[in-house]
């Protein structure tokens, strides 16, 4: 018999500790010293697993940063799966939390706009179009996005431009499409003064 893989107390083939018992043995071991000495276990654990909340929050928030940093790509690789996933579940967790949180959800949606103005005209620009069927299937999105970068770029510049459409939406004799060859950055005053006009 392989003396490797001979347990002391139970005479069990099987694979032994350092101290000489198997597995199974070693956890009754264990189990018949917690029962002996319930008070001088209990004390010591005690002493081990007693954390402050605060600073086992801040444990777990550094825990979680280093391995965020270790695993950048698995981490964000995962996550879009998750999304893809459950889009709807979370689709639905989100209009709840912003249900039952207005006040909140107004400052997020302030402070996105905020800091990305040109998201957010483009954003209201494409809503309000696709609603009046005004951009096509073979528009560019990320060159029209890319001129209402290009103007928000200006207006940080402290230049006074819009974005506009060269052939009105809704013209009243002509009218254009919400694409990028039909849209031409001008100043704010010839934008108001053009209104919904095409000039030539």
Same mark, same amino acid.
């Given at each position: 018999?392989?003396?490797?893989?001979?347990?002391?107390?139970?005479?069990?083939?099987?694979?032994?500790?350092?101290?000489?018992?198997?597995?199974?043995?070693?956890?009754?071991?264990?189990?018949?010293?917690?029962?002996?000495?319930?008070?001088?276990?209990?004390?010591?654990?005690?002493?081990?697993?007693?954390?402050? +909340?605060?600073?086992?929050?801040?444990?777990?928030?550094?825990?979680?940063?280093?391995?965020?940093? @270790?695993?950048?790509?698995?981490?964000?690789?995962?996550?879009?799966?998750?999304?893809?996933?459950?889009?709807?579940? $979370?689709?639905?967790?989100?209009?709840?939390?912003?249900?039952?949180?207005?006040? @909140?959800?107004?400052?997020?949606?302030?402070?996105?706009?905020?800091?990305? +103005?040109?998201?957010?005209?483009?954003?209201?620009?494409?809503?309000?179009?696709?609603?009046?069927?005004?951009? +096509?299937?073979?528009?560019? +999105?990320?060159?029209?996005?890319?001129?209402?970068?290009?103007?928000?770029? $200006?207006?940080?510049?402290?230049?006074?431009?819009?974005?506009?459409?060269?052939?009105?939406?809704?013209?009243? $004799?002509?009218?254009?499409?919400?694409?990028?060859?039909?849209?031409?950055?001008?100043?704010?005053?010839?934008?108001?003064?053009?209104?919904?006009?095409?000039?030539?």
């Amino acid at each position: 018999m392989n003396a490797d893989r001979y347990c002391e107390k139970c005479e069990a083939v099987t694979a032994r500790r350092a101290d000489g018992y198997c597995k199974v043995c070693d956890a009754l071991k264990a189990r018949e010293y917690r029962k002996a000495n319930r008070e001088k276990v209990r004390e010591k654990d005690a002493a081990r697993w007693i954390v402050k +909340p605060a600073e086992q929050k801040a444990r777990a928030k550094e825990t979680s940063r280093l391995w965020a940093e @270790r695993n950048k790509g698995k981490l964000s690789e995962r996550n879009h799966e998750r999304h893809l996933t459950n889009q709807e579940k $979370f689709n639905a967790r989100s209009a709840l939390w912003a249900k039952n949180n207005p006040d @909140r959800q107004k400052e997020r949606t302030a402070r996105y706009h905020a800091e990305n +103005p040109h998201k957010a005209n483009h954003r209201s620009r494409v809503r309000r179009d696709k609603l009046s069927h005004s951009q +096509p299937k073979w528009a560019n +999105p990320d060159a029209i996005k890319a001129i209402y970068l290009q103007a928000a770029e $200006f207006r940080a510049a402290g230049i006074d431009v819009e974005v506009d459409h060269f052939y009105p939406l809704q013209g009243e $004799f002509v009218s254009g499409l919400h694409c990028e060859a039909n849209l031409q950055i001008i100043t704010s005053h010839e934008n108001r003064s053009k209104q919904n006009r095409y000039i030539p």
